[in-house]
């Protein structure tokens, strides 16, 4: 499989996937705090309709350093206030308010739900599609090994004289067909890995260091102190050097990108030279 292990999700399990993506998306989380966070403001505006209440406290003290001066004494004023103030009517703008703070959370708790919806049905789809990738590139290498035959003998027959070239070129072609259809379906097979455990909230700089090691080019991955990491790219060897920064808990265009520069080449690597007609 030019490197590139078939493994099925472990646990091979979608239910499993699909309650942790529900517990652990990261997605998911920030729609919760998003619909909390409304609900908490519907209750701190509903206070808007009651009277506010405010203690004042004071403490002065005079002291008197003459004391040659008949009658002269310290003194000491303490106060004590209490203010109330009530506005039963604002124009509309309470009632306005709380209206808009209703619509608001409403509107969060629906997109919490849209969200979990999706995050399932993307959960699925990942799971699947990485089980039905692992059995399409193992089905696409044996195709592989067939159409390589076909073509062997169609040049085998061409030289003896019983096939044409449009023969020759037809079996060349798919062959070709072949070849793009496995490294199209490798490709989806990473990728299709990489979206379950980002739906599932465990994807890690590990997971991408783990398929660096299938391609062919390989990237550098270069720790640094804040604990985010720096992408060294294969053609900083050659002198044209670039570097994109990835977080904790990266996204897919690092990998991705190098998968499909990693397929691309092994379509390369298969190609038939074109026979000689025999004088």
């Known amino acids: 499989s030019g490197g590139v292990p078939l493994i099925p999700p472990q646990p091979n399990n979608i239910k499993m996937w699909v309650a942790k993506a529900t517990h652990d998306n990261y997605l998911i989380r920030a729609a919760e705090y998003t619909m909390l966070a409304s609900k908490s403001k519907i209750k701190q505006d509903s206070y808007g309709r009651l009277p506010e209440v405010s203690a004042t406290t004071g403490f002065m003290q005079t002291i008197n350093s003459n004391k040659l001066v008949a009658g002269s004494r310290n003194t000491q004023n303490t106060s004590l206030g209490f203010s109330l103030d009530f506005k039963p009517y604002q124009g509309g703008l309470l ?150 920064k990835l977080p904790t808990i990266p996204g897919l265009s690092g990998g991705v990108s190098s998968a499909q520069s990693s397929s691309s080449s092994k379509s390369k690597r298969s190609s038939g030279s074109r026979p000689k007609r025999k004088s």
């Open 95 to 244: 009632s306005a308010t709380a209206k808009q703070d209703r619509y608001l959370y409403l509107a969060n708790s629906a997109g919490l739900e849209l969200q979990h919806r999706n995050v399932i049905n993307l959960t699925r789809q990942s799971f699947l599609g990485v089980i039905s990738g692992v059995s399409g590139v193992k089905a696409d290498l044996v195709a592989i090994k067939s159409y390589r035959k076909a073509y062997e003998a169609t040049q085998a027959g061409f030289s003896a004289g019983t096939s044409t070239e449009v023969d020759v070129l037809n079996s060349l072609s798919d062959l070709y067909q072949a070849q793009q259809k496995y490294t199209k379906e490798e490709y989806e097979y990473i990728l299709n890995s990489l979206k379950l455990k980002q739906e599932s909230g465990t994807l890690s700089i590990d997971d991408l260091i783990a398929i660096n090691r299938w391609l062919k080019d390989k990237l550098s991955f270069v720790s640094r102190r804040d604990g985010n990491y720096t992408v060294i790219f294969p053609e900083e060897s050659s002198g044209t050097a670039r570097s994109d």
